[in-house]
């Protein structure tokens, strides 16, 4: 099972909307709508942010979507913060598997 | 407040062996799906493998199968990764997660270091 393809940056100013793709197969990303997303900080855990494409969890700000089309899901920061700087990751169910993107740096300028 | 909280890792030579746990506490253990995935310094995450509910599902990663064997004691609220044959490339951050639904992990413990190295 090869790695979802993001790209390796991102950045916006503040208040700005920033877009992060992602993109899969007909195997994962484009036969399933569980695609994920996931924050991470710098020396911190990964934390959820969207599941099941555009689903957010509580206490995510709205802020943040996830959309999806054929084998590509997207990932929109809007209204970015600073706070919003880190490392954002997808990933996708792959039948018995889970795969994971390569991940996005964000950076707000 | 639920808690996943890994422990086990160290630095061992290639070819090693070495068993991860993590336990886990805040919900009904037995409810759910379980994950390890890794993350080598500097890189990305990488999905490990799974095991069901109740242990009769378990499966690997390309990258580790045959090496490594995922297990839990439900009565123990543990899960467990037993890695065998180690190679430096299997230096990495070693992190337990609960999935919470279909591929949305939710929340991840904090991740044990496993240095692979003579």
């Known amino acids: 099972q090869s790695a979802l393809t993001q790209p390796p940056s991102a950045s916006g100013s503040p208040g700005q909307s920033v877009t992060i793709s992602c993109t899969g197969t007909?195997?994962?990303?484009?036969?399933?709508?569980?695609v994920s997303w996931y924050q991470q900080h710098p020396g911190k855990a990964p934390k959820l942010m969207i599941y099941?494409?555009?689903k957010r969890p509580s206490g995510v700000p709205d802020r943040f979507s996830g959309s999806k089309s054929g084998n590509t899901a997207s990932l929109t920061v809007s209204g970015l913060r600073a706070e919003d700087e880190a490392d954002y990751y997808c990933?996708?169910?792959?039948?018995?598997?889970?795969?994971f993107g390569g991940g996005t740096k964000l950076t707000v300028l | 407040e639920v808690q996943l909280v890994e422990s086990g890792g160290v630095v061992v030579q290639p070819g090693g062996s070495l068993r991860l746990s993590c336990a886990a506490s805040?919900?009904?253990?037995?409810?759910?799906?379980m994950h390890w995935v890794r993350q080598a310094p500097g890189k990305g995450l990488e999905w490990v493998s799974l095991?069901?509910?109740?242990?009769?599902?378990?499966y690997y990663a390309d990258s580790v199968k045959g090496r490594f064997t995922i297990s839990r004691d439900n009565s123990k609220n543990s899960l467990y990764l037993q890695m065998n044959s180690l190679r430096t490339e299997d230096t990495a951050l070693y992190y337990c997660?609960?999935?919470?639904?279909?591929?949305?992990?939710?929340?991840w413990g904090q991740g044990t270091l496993v240095t692979v190295s003579s």
């Open positions: 099941e494409v555009s």
């Open positions: 997660a609960k999935e919470k639904g279909p591929n949305w992990f939710d929340p």
């Open positions: 990933s996708s169910y792959a039948g018995s598997q889970r795969v």
């Open positions: 007909s195997s994962d990303v484009g036969g399933y709508n569980y």
């Open positions: 095991i069901s509910w109740d242990g009769g599902s378990t």
């Open positions: 805040g919900f009904t253990f037995d409810d759910y799906t």
